[in-house]
């Protein structure tokens, strides 16, 4: 009886140091570490290399916390190089691991995106889909150390990520031949960094990063659409019939038009900036309702102005900007024949001329950056100048209403 005793509790002790050192062993999270070159190298829990990923490869599964997860390699719309560690839906639960200062747990259909920068740092670590990955602060160094630290006469101590640098994936005597290594010939063109991303840059999404937001001072822009101007008195008449002309106070309408612009522009910061801006624009002259006759007229017009601009940067890609444009506007009327009867007697106008007057503009409107250095524009511009005063020939002095026109425009933004 005695014997058997014995023999329960010396097995019971057997068993009790077997499950203390078996859990010993399991509780030690699995430790990813990223190494100088920005390679990625997983340690088991003897400090031994168990999973090597180089720097660049494209796709790799490896063992992380006792479960299957993907590696790959890429870049983000800003052309940093970032990694992604998932874990596919078939996953029995999350993956627990240590990298950097933090413990990183990844649920199922999941994934942890880190993002390195020009040294191979990280420099920022999320979730994908967003929110979906946990990230808990270690305490101390000295604290986790402790934690898991095996046993000296069981296990080595887990080397720093300077010690390992210069590891392979399987170790090797110093005389024996160099192991081929297993990623030669995997890298993709695609996962390369751009070493010039040239013009205009690469296709940004929304929303955009702190340094996308961030744009080349200079710019080009060229807009164009619908003009419409504004009905227009025949103020004065100096001529045949003088004061009595008929046409004097009537009013000329015109048909829609077409307006073309060229801005060129530097930002002084963010927000605000200068420019100057030029272009044409095109109406033909109709008559009213009033029995006015017109046929073969158009009135063009060129703005010449300087412009103080505001805009609002923000990270959707949409940045809304305001310009208030002062300066001259060169009208020019040809007109073929307007002729206006009244009580039995008329007139007609005829000839061209062009008369240089003060400008003004407001335009409105909005720019997204679908390129770092393009975009398209859609824009409202609210334009008018003081009255012209037109010579036709054959002593016809002409002095029209002040033009008012809106215009409706859609073009391009270039930045240099």
């Known amino acids: 009886m005695r014997m058997i005793t014995g023999t329960t509790c010396c097995v019971f002790v057997a068993l009790v140091h077997l499950g203390a050192l078996s859990y010993g062993v399991t509780s030690v999270p699995t430790n990813l570490s990223l190494q100088e070159d920005g390679s990625l190298v997983v340690f088991d829990a003897k400090g031994g290399v168990a999973e090597f990923v ?6 790799q599964s490896i063992q992380l916390d006792g479960q299957a997860c ?7 719309s800003a052309g940093k190089q970032t990694i992604l560690v998932s874990l596919p839906p078939s996953a029995t639960g999350p993956v627990v691991f240590l990298l950097g200062e933090s413990q990183v747990t990844i649920p199922p259909k999941a994934g942890l995106r880190i993002t390195l ?9 999320d979730g994908a889909p967003a929110g979906t990955v946990q990230f808990q602060k270690l305490s101390s160094p000295s604290s986790l150390a402790q934690t898991i630290a095996p046993p000296p006469t069981q296990f080595t101590p887990i080397p720093t990520p300077s010690e390992v640098t210069a590891l392979t994936p399987t170790s090797q005597s110093a005389t024996s031949a160099p192991l081929a290594d297993p990623m030669v010939g995997q890298m993709s063109a695609t996962t390369q960094p751009p070493t010039e991303l040239g013009w205009p840059g690469k296709l940004l999404q929304s ?3 702190e340094p996308q937001m961030d744009e080349d001072y200079f710019y080009v822009r060229t807009e164009g659409g619908a003009r419409f101007v504004s009905s227009m008195n025949i103020v004065n008449i100096v001529g045949p019939l003088g004061p009595s002309n008929p046409m004097i106070q009537k009013e000329i309408a015109f048909s829609t038009g077409y307006r073309q612009d060229l801005d060129i522009g530097v930002w002084l910061t963010p927000w605000f900036g200068l420019a100057i801006e030029t272009g044409f624009a095109l109406n033909a002259i109709r008559g009213n309702t009033e029995g006015m006759t017109v046929s073969s007229s158009t009135y063009w017009s060129v703005p010449i102005m300087a412009q103080i601009c505001f805009q609002y940067p923000n990270d959707t890609g949409f940045v809304p900007y305001l310009n208030f444009g002062f300066g001259g506007g060169w009208n020019y009327f040809t007109i073929g024949s307007i002729s206006y009867p009244l009580a039995g007697q008329g007139s007609t ?3 061209s001329g062009n008369d240089m007057n003060n400008a003004y503009q ?15 524009t859609l824009a409202y511009k609210f334009y008018g100048t003081s009255q012209p005063t037109v010579d036709m020939g054959d002593n016809q002095q002409v002095t029209f209403g002040s033009p008012v026109t ?5 073009g391009g933004h270039f930045t240099f």
Do not use: C, D
């Open 70 to 76: 993907n590696v790959s390699y890429g870049f983000n």
């Open 406 to 410: 809106n215009s409706i425009e859609l």
């Open 117 to 125: 920068n020009e040294a191979h740092k990280i420099e920022k670590m």
């Open 54 to 59: 180089k720097q660049g490869t494209p796709r």
């Open 207 to 209: 929303p955009l990063t």
């Open 362 to 376: 407001i335009a409105a409107g909005v720019r997204w950056r679908i390129w770092e250095q393009m975009g398209i």
């Open 349 to 351: 106008l005829s000839g």
